[in-house]
């Protein structure tokens, strides 16, 4: 899941009512973590003071081992899965007897590179700080065993939001359940991948070489961080994504603009056109058969939406916003829709860099996320018809000499790999008794039936299991950025939650 | 003068009927020349050696004092002018007794910034070659004394083309005219600038605290290359600019594209709407009042624009271009009208670079060239007006979070120095005088009004001379970038042009 931002003033503006906390085994791993926060931290610590950058390939078979250790020590059988040139899965299972389904709990150990000359410490040095390093809070010791952590304290390192944190609430959690005394009810999968923020090469066919491992009833996705307002979230989806390059050509060298303003095509100003002619001033995408085939919302997602707490004017404020595309919409639904976004534009230099030039070239990067119901090949068809309508003969390699020479405009398209969108119902049982579950652990919820963002479902469309998000760490986490850092009421938060998912 | 480009085939196609030469100083400086061509060729050679980049004081020093040097060895009394922090003006006076005007003779020794590993060989060595550089046309041996160059040998140089060729040009001339026993008529004035690649930031202020020593009667800008034909251009003006950078915004930071894709304004689209709202498909400009005030082109302007030979589809063959600009009216045509130019174009990354995020603001470089009758400010509080139309508040200095935050849409502007155009009246008598001197020496000639690129009429402004360019550079001289080289014939051509000028 991608970055959330630091929301200033959001968490106070939306305190919620007290939790409900009626969920016994969540109310033991408060007990058992308030008796072992020390020793919980000094766990966490270790695993991440091991470096976890996808490429290096030396320190991820150490993240994999320390944690298959983790898990063995704590009884649970464990092995590495690989594919040739892949990171292993760390997978851990404990056979429940009598159990009628299987959890599959999914996490990451790997975690975003990174230059260490941004980071205020360094990343793989995990420490304790009274606050947000953005608000200068000082870097303070671990407190003794058998003191208190406060709940505002945050752990600074690489991956201490996304995506180790869930790995030792986890581990936790069964700790706490087993000083409790209590039985497992459903047997459980642990799928931990090393190579989720490399883009997952591998993840699907990892899978799919070994189904029967990996199967279960539901796929329990704990990454990214809670909603803005510090309510637990719960994710039922993801919009899909269809990446396209558009370059459109002037003269085959940048040309003098006195000698041959006026006359030269400006390739600036005909992307200026191009891309000016898909969106209206209202943010509605204005290719043709762009939206058709969407698969509607269900009443309970609409509901979902409709429930979801309104940030937009904080948001707002945290990003120095005017206005909004398609207002009076609210970004909850704004995202259940596809979108058509400009990454970037380009041609020749501007501001000191520029010279007096007709650029020779432009060039934009677009991305469309796509929701049910829409193909990310399609999508880019139908972009690439709506280019062709506006006049352009359109390639999809370097034109030549020939090519440009003979058609007043011409474009190149370069697609990138798409990915379909994805939303669990909902409705189902399985999804009904999650929301339940975490609810009883947690409070009131905020349930998306889709991330704006995009991740492949590997869970569904390999083995055909409803994938359901449940995230732990902080929205401000600075995840994917320098200063990576998890709340530590979030971890406490997360180890509850986990206990109760693990006792359903 | 700007870079034109290599044409290959346009000469071959406009080679016009056989030059008149019925200019007797002209055919004086050929007959001189054919007997000294090695001779001219090495003082070219030790004048070229000296590296003459403006920002280099030293070097320019030394070209000064090789060029003072070259003046007084021919008993013409020469000085340096600067102002401070200035590089110097060589100046020279030959004083013709009786003599009832004076002509004043410009060219720059300085050239433009280069990066040498650009070059086929280095740039202040320079070499002779049988031919072009991009058709591998190998380094040749000079020549021996008293034996003949080819005249499609090519001198490679920087400066060789721009502009260094016409001080030799003219000191030759100067040489041929005395062995012949001619005389002048005028006084003659030589000011050759040491900073005109720099953007010449002195040149006005020098002549200002000079204007007695730099006064006449007409000023002969020798800079620039000739007509793409190879004919011989005369130059009786130059359009004007006005520069400024655009820069609109979204949030604060890049966003997540899937997080915030359809909620948060995209700064590139706003960027590109709005530059699409400056000119209609066919290129007309559609800020209002843009073309208030325009100067007309008298019937002798219009006759010489309708007597410039149509190179439009060479040049658009040689572009790989499908379609021009305001098509189906001609280049010679278009550049006598303002322009509005992209320069360049940025917002984010694109390609490989992009990431999947809204960009954070989005930035255009504009240039809009201006004839007479347009002013550089007002032209762009035009243009910021238009702006102001799209609903933008419009600020010329970075906005705060408050601005932002309050606006929809905000935009940056920041101008950049203006120059108004010029252009001399082709109809006064010593215009009419020169454009026959000129022809009488080098048969027919292409008359521009106006340049299409911008030069600043130092003389015009300052001393309020009349100014026209008498180029002798090849058009394929590479100026302003690596492998600068000048056509053997064109310097031939330029002595017997500057000789014919010489004694108008």
Redesign the interface.
Known sequence: M????ILAGLCAAFAGPALAQNNTAALAARQWRQNHERAIIDEFFSLLSIPNIARDKTDIQRNADVIKGMLEKRGIPSKLVSVPGSNPVVFGEIKTPGATRTIVFYAHYDGQPLDPKEWSTPPFQPLLRSGKVEDKAPVIPLPEPGTSFDPEWRIYARSSGDDKAPIIAILTAIDAIRAAGLQMKSSIKFAFEGEEEAGSPNFAKILAANKDLFSGDVWLNCDGPIHQTRRQLLVFG??G?STV?ITV?????E????????????P??L???L??S??D?G?RVLIDHFYDGIEPLSEIEKMAIAETPVV?EEL??E????????APK??AE??M???L???????????L???????AS????I?M?LVKGMDPTQTANRLIDHIRKQGYFVVESEPD?SV???????ALI?RHQGERAYRTSMDISVSQEVIRTVESARGPTVKMPS????SPDAAGEVLGIPNIGVPIANHDDNQHSYNENLRVQNLWDGIELMAALLTI
Chains 1, 2 share one sequence.
């Open positions: 991608g970055r959330y931002l993801a919009r994504i390059d050509y002037g003269a085959r060298i040309l003098h603009s006195g000698h041959y303003g006026n006359w030269a095509p400006n600036a100003m992307l200026a056109k891309l000016a898909m969106k001033d943010g937009d707002m404020r990003f120095w916003l005017g206005a909004t595309e398609n609210h970004l704004l995202i829709m596809p979108s976004n400009i990454r970037g534009m380009s041609s020749s230099r501007t501001g860099q520029a010279s007096n030039v007709i650029p432009a060039t934009a990067t991305d996320r000499e440009r020479g003979s058609h007043p405009k011409v370069v991330s704006g963002a995009t």
